[in-house]
């Protein structure tokens, strides 16, 4: 059997820090307290139990189960199941590796599982959530948001839950557009859960990885996926509730978010649609701000925009504001497209007459000017410019 070993990273702190998390009655907040009271997670495991007890308030038992972390049957069981796992990366708060951004939520996860590639700390991260029995809508603005961030910042990771529904479109899109994506799980990394999801996560983590805070071994009880939550919505800049129920867990990632000060976006739905309850409500109460597009994100974020995959568009603005562009700045399958549309709405098949392309690259080539706000579908395959023309006169 393969052995895993942790890496340089990983030092005999996160070995401390393990044995502690197991610890029931005892989570973040007090270690860290006791840590800064004492000096180093080293000595905190040093320290006599008589001790711990008077100086520090702490029951006899508790007191007990800290003195003799290091040596629990629970401690020296998980990290033999760690290093027979291959791939597996341990992290607690003061590792290099642990996520700048988790480190300065309330509650952090006393350690962290990871599998896959590691977070570089300037990427920029972004949660998708909604609800598991999402709809084609909800799977729809999805994919077309995800696919949009892609075309403006190629090096964002799409951060979900890997559970059905929307967190599992997520993850494919992400992949499908060559994102790195991350998954947080409600259980151990050897229970991936939904189970019709292991061959995702196995990609997930050639692209991405896996992650938890639970012992390898935990099952996704219901009682973990609330906990998860917060682990989502601390990873990243901010969320985005793209379909969701009136009582869908999205909500509760939502309401974590805004305890950790980031920003919650949500696709409005129909209003008479029960899947979109949720998001609406949501927007209602001015807990989360709507978006129609990736830009409304980015603006928001303050991401740059940076054109992934053809040539970022030179724009300029005209005395009334309106963008003006000039279609000999692009290539040319797009300047054909502009310049066909230069007398107004046309239908699909006109434009497929005045360019000549073939309709396979004229419908890619339509959806890449849509995802840069150049070109409007407004139905029914009817297209217009969504910019003015700056045409030289020669």
């Known amino acids: 059997m393969t052995k895993n070993t942790l890496k340089p990273e990983d030092s005999e702190q996160v070995w401390s820090w393990l044995a502690l998390s197991l610890i029931s009655g005892i989570g973040y907040k007090k270690i860290r307290e006791l840590i800064e009271q004492l000096g180093s997670v080293e000595e905190l495991l040093k320290t006599k139990a008589e001790i711990l007890t008077e100086q520090f308030q702490i029951t006899s038992k508790l007191a007990g189960l800290i003195t003799n972390a290091t040596q629990s049957h629970s401690f020296k069981i998980e990290k033999r199941i760690i290093a027979e796992t291959p791939g597996i990366r341990l992290f607690c708060p003061v590792s290099k590796g642990y996520p700048l951004r988790l480190q300065h939520i309330s509650t952090p996860p006393t350690v962290l599982y990871w599998k896959g590639t590691l977070q570089d700390a300037e990427s920029p991260c972004l949660a998708f959530v909604g609800s598991r029995g999402c709809t084609a809508y909800g799977k729809q603005q999805t994919r077309r948001l995800i696919k949009e961030l892609s075309l403006h910042v190629p090096d964002i990771i799409i951060v979900s839950g890997l559970a059905k529904g929307i967190d599992t479109v997520a993850h494919e899109t992400a992949l499908e557009c060559g994102l790195r994506t991350i998954a947080v799980l409600a259980g151990g990394l050897k229970h991936i859960y939904p189970p019709e999801n292991k061959k995702l996560a196995e990609e997930i983590t050639k692209n991405g990885a896996l992650v938890s805070e639970f012992p390898l071994g935990v099952k996704p009880l ?135 392309l073939e309709m396979n690259i004229l419908l890619a080539t339509l959806l890449e000017l849509e995802l840069t706000g150049t070109v409007e579908n407004i139905g029914g395959q009817i297209y217009r410019l969504a910019v003015e023309l700056d045409i030289p006169a020669y």
């Not at 939550?229 to 601390?234: D, E, F, L, M, Y």
């Not at 509730?241 to 696709?267: C, H």
């Not at 830009?295 to 309106?322: C, H, M, P, Y």
């Not at 700045?329 to 007398?343: T, V, W």
């Open 222 to 356: 219901a009682r973990n996926f609330p906990i998860r939550n917060r682990v989502i919505s601390g990873l990243s800049m901010g969320i985005v509730v793209t379909e969701a129920r009136k009582n869908s867990g999205a909500k509760i990632t939502a309401a974590f978010a805004l305890e950790q000060n980031r920003e919650v976006f949500a696709v409005p739905g129909r209003v008479d649609s029960a899947a979109s309850t949720g998001t609406n409500s949501l927007i209602a109460r001015q807990h989360a701000k709507l978006v129609c597009n990736a830009e409304d994100i980015l603006e928001e974020l303050s991401l740059i925009s940076v054109t992934a995959n053809q040539q970022q568009l030179k724009f300029e603005r005209n005395d009334s504001g309106a963008k003006k562009i000039n279609p000999d700045d692009l290539g040319e399958m797009q300047s054909r497209i502009l310049k066909a549309l230069n007398d107004g709405v046309e239908e699909i098949d006109a434009i497929h007459a005045k360019t000549e």
